[in-house]
Structures are given as structure tokens and as C-alpha cells.
């Protein structure tokens, strides 16, 4: 088979590296990953080898995803960490039937939180001159990348990439289109520009796949006047917003400030009653405390008709997720705290998103059964969302592939009250729990999704795949500094 990207097959397609979405600095790799990935890497060879095909064939494969995932388990249980592990049967690595059952799947997948830059946007043009934005970022298999201009490179991170690694190298179906903390002047990707895409999927008869969030930061003038138009002139599904921001560096807020209320109240009375905020992976040592959980539960008491969804759950990438402990003020704990505090149980307005959170707790399956089995345990199977946060990691394919195999330990179940994660439970987080926040009409579920002209191109598109096993974000300190001074 002709492959396009990486044809001597050196990419793994399940992507354990340090890459960040560049909200937070990349964390290196530990001895365990390195090893996970030089085993994926050896047994990738030898198992093409067995299977008399080539090393990008193999990868592509199912075997090649199921291979990569039993390369990880050995070598986290070789550094000790046997709390979580990746649910793959060792024959699914030469066996395409077990592998496909393995690593495989017709889930619902509705990923609430997914992001793309605008290469031609007006936020190129407050550039200063010389400026290569993302230049560190790779960039391999696109030929934009090959033009002379400084900024022809961003053409390898906007709208068609998008779509590209979304739909058609990923299983994901629909996907909300949400924003980073800017100025009004300095977005990276506008309201207009986030329509303007979600229309292109829907000229090419994609039903509608795509949904948008409004941006608003209380705390920076302008932008509670502004809910009015995004809530009339878009087709605005949530509100999008970061406790810890506050513009030209001032102080974060509580939504339950007057800002934070201001806004509630707003979207209460434009009735968009869906509020995405940004909790866990800090920005830095600014307002820290405004990064944490400590407001959610008091809002959710206060306002029941009003769903906040917390993106990121409250993790921290610089301490590991153990069991519950009520003393600690910032990670998951801090949000469990929070709505326990409130007497808020499970089934509440308060749901927990694992954009980045998902990616980052698969380099530690310790910290990733504690994770999900307190969500699970304290917030309940019907309040935990999907979001990957990609394109910054490339396509969702390898999240929702390790999403799909990962169970909780036994003895972590039986220890901590910890449920197993059945295929139920799966389906509900994967897709099913958005639904209750993201309205779909049921004539789009039962019969556009599965034949409108995306899902026909996926099709095809799948008889000969070619995904680029890429990742996008800052994957070192200097990179990410790049990407912030970029307005990334």
C-alpha cells in the first residue's frame, strides 16, 4: 500500500510523548514511557515480520494500535504501576479479529472540546514581521509547509487538518469547536472564522456536526455585552470561559464574583444554560487559586438550571491522581470536594470533561484509575464528558482507542469502591452524556450521521487510511513559550 505520511513507518499510533495543548508547560517523558515506546517500536517490526507485511501496514493496522497498547502495559507494570491497564488479549497484536474486537468500536462519539487556528485570520496580521507562529511544531506530509512564507506553515494547522484528523482518521461524530483564553483583538480562531467551519462541514452535507461554544471572559470589557450577539447571531451551544484569566494580566475571578454572576445570569437569560469552564491545568503561579474547583459546587447549588461542565476536571499534570483526600485544594479532588461540600451527588448540573485530562492520565495508569474511578464514584457515569482537545494532539483516533481498552485494577476497585468501566459506562461518557447538553435532533442520529457525505468519505477514505500519527502542540519548554507569545 502507497502511504503518503511516514512511509518507512517510524510513527507509533498510539502517541506517548510530551506534547501539551499549550495551556500548561509539556511535562518530559520518565524512564517508563521511553521504554513503552522503544518495545511498541521493536515489536511493530517483528510483528509485520510475522505477518508478512510492511512496518507502516502493520502500524496502521489495528494489530499496530492493539501492539502499541500492550507494549505500555509491560512497561508501566515493570515500573510498578498496575493500578489501571490497557484491557488488549496478547493475541490481538498478530490476530486482526482479536484486535479489531480490542481496539475497535461503533460507540456514539461526541467530543466536546476541540480546537483549531485560523492560518489567515486577523490575528496573523498584528504579527510582527518576521514572526513564524507554531514554527517549532511539525509538519511533516504537508506542503503547505514547503511554501516561502513565514506564515504558509499555518495552513498545516487550520480547517482542513481539522476535518482531516477529526473525521475521517478518528471514529469521533460530532465535536464542539471551543477557544482559548485571549484578548478580544488577539484570538487565534474568532467566533466567525469557528462558523465558517462548521458551515463547510455542513455544505459538504455533513449534517451538523460541529458545534460551537461563545467565549467569555467576565473579568475584560466588552464581553458580557457581548453574549447578546453570540447567543443571536450563532448558533452559540455552550459558553467557554477561564477562571484564572484575566486580561493584561490582571487577577482571575469566582463565578460566584460579580463577574462570574453576571455572566450566570446572562446566559440564564439568553437561555444558553450550558457553561464550559476552564478548572485544572494552571497557567502558572497568577491566580492560582482561581484555577481550582473551590466555586463549582456553590454555583451548581445556587443555580440548578444551569449546567457547568468543568473542563479538564480539575487535573494537574505536577501531582499524581491518588485515592480522595479532602485535604488536597487542587486537582480532581478539588472538584470532588467542592460538589460533596455543596451536596451536590451524583446526576447533578455539574459534569466533569477529560480534554487533555484523558491524554495526559495515559502516560500513568495509576493516576488514571484514581482519576476515573473517583469521577465515577463521586459525580456518576451520566456526568463525565469526552474532549480531547485536538487537534493539539493530533487525531483523537489513539485517545478514544486506549479510552475504549482501559480498566481499573481489581484491587483498586474492590479497595476504593471504584466501579468497572463496562461498555456501558463507555458509551455513556464517549457520547451519550453530551447529548443531554448538546441537543441532537434524532432524525440526524438514526439516519444523517451514519450515511451523509462525511461518513461516505470516511468510508472510502478508511479502504486505504493514511493517518500521520502527528501531534501539533509545544512538546518543550521553548516551544511553549512560542506558542504564549503567539497568543496561542
Request: proline fraction near 7%.
Amino acid at each position: 500500500m502507497s502511504q503518503r505520511n511516514d512511509p518507512d513507518g517510524s510513527r507509533l499510533p498510539i502517541k506517548l510523548d510530551s506534547t501539551s495543548n499549550g495551556e500548561f508547560m509539556p511535562v518530559p517523558l520518565a524512564p517508563e514511557h521511553h521504554q513503552a515506546n522503544a518495545l511498541a517500536a521493536e515489536q511493530a517490526g517483528l510483528n509485520a515480520r510475522r505477518l508478512g507485511i510492511g512496518r507502516r501496514d502493520f502500524l496502521v493496522s489495528a494489530c499496530g494500535a492493539a501492539s502499541s497498547l500492550l507494549a505500555m502495559n509491560a512497561a508501566y507494570a515493570a515500573a510498578g504501576k498496575r493500578g489501571g491497564y490497557f484491557d488488549v488479549p496478547p493475541e490481538a497484536a498478530l490476530e486482526p479479529a482479536a484486535a479489531e474486537a480490542s481496539v475497535s468500536g461503533r460507540e456514539f462519539i461526541f467530543d466536546v472540546q476541540g480546537h483549531f487556528v485560523n492560518p489567515t485570520g486577523a490575528w496573523t496580521r498584528r504579527l510582527p514581521e518576521g514572526a513564524r507562529p507554531l514554527g517549532g511544531f511539525p509538519t511533516e506530509g504537508c506542503a503547505a509547509a514547503q511554501l516561502g512564507g513565514n506564515l504558509d506553515r499555518l495552513q498545516c494547522f487550520g480547517p482542513d487538518a481539522f476535518l482531516r484528523d477529526i473525521f475521517l482518521d478518528s471514529d469521533t461524530s460530532l465535536m464542539v469547536l471551543s477557544f482559548v483564553p485571549s484578548t478580544r483583538e488577539g484570538e487565534p480562531l474568532t467566533i466567525e472564522e469557528a462558523a465558517a467551519t462548521a458551515a463547510i462541514v455542513e455544505t459538504m452535507q455533513g449534517t451538523h456536526r460541529l458545534f460551537l461554544h461563545g467565549r467569555v471572559n467576565p473579568n475584560q470589557a466588552g464581553d458580557l455585552e457581548d453574549m447578546e450577539r453570540l447567543a443571536t447571531q450563532f448558533r452559540i451551544s455552550a459558553w467557554k470561559t477561564y477562571t484564572q484569566w484575566g486580561p493584561n494580566g490582571e487577577s482571575g475571578f469566582w463565578m460566584d464574583d460579580d463577574a462570574g454572576l453576571a455572566m450566570i445570569e446572562n446566559a440564564r437569560r439568553l437561555d444558553v444554560r450550558n457553561i464550559a469552564i476552564h478548572k485544572g491545568l494552571p497557567f502558572g503561579p497568577r491566580s492560582y487559586e482561581y484555577s481550582t474547583c473551590a466555586d463549582i459546587g456553590r454555583v451548581g447549588k445556587r443555580f440548578p438550571d444551569v449546567n457547568f461542565l468543568i473542563y479538564h476536571s480539575g487535573f494537574v499534570t505536577d501531582k499524581p491522581e491518588g485515592p480522595y483526600d479532602p485535604a488536597r485544594t487542587d486537582g480532581i479532588d478539588s472538584l470532588v470536594s467542592s460538589v460533596l461540600a455543596a451536596g451536590l451527588g451524583k446526576g447533578s448540573n455539574v459534569y466533569a470533561e477529560l480534554g487533555s485530562t484523558w491524554r495526559f492520565l495515559m502516560r500513568d495508569p495509576d493516576s488514571a484509575a484514581h482519576a476515573l474511578g473517583k469521577l465515577l464514584k463521586y459525580l456518576g457515569e451520566d456526568n463525565i464528558l469526552w474532549g480531547t482537545d485536538s487537534i493539539w494532539y493530533g487525531s483523537p483516533q489513539d485517545q478514544i482507542q486506549a479510552f475504549r481498552t482501559f480498566q481499573i485494577s481489581p484491587e483498586l476497585r474492590e479497595k476504593h469502591g471504584y466501579p468497572e468501566i463496562t461498555p456501558a459506562i463507555r458509551a455513556k461518557i464517549f457520547g451519550l452524556n453530551a447529548l443531554k447538553l448538546y441537543p441532537v435532533a434524532r432524525d440526524v442520529l438514526d439516519q444523517h450521521l451514519g450515511r451523509d457525505a462525511v461518513a461516505r468519505a470516511r468510508e472510502n477514505y478508511r479502504n486505504a487510511p493514511d493517518p500521520s500519527f502527528l501531534t501539533y502542540g509545544p512538546r518543550t519548554r521553548r516551544e511553549f513559550l512560542n506558542f504564549k507569545a503567539w497568543g496561542g
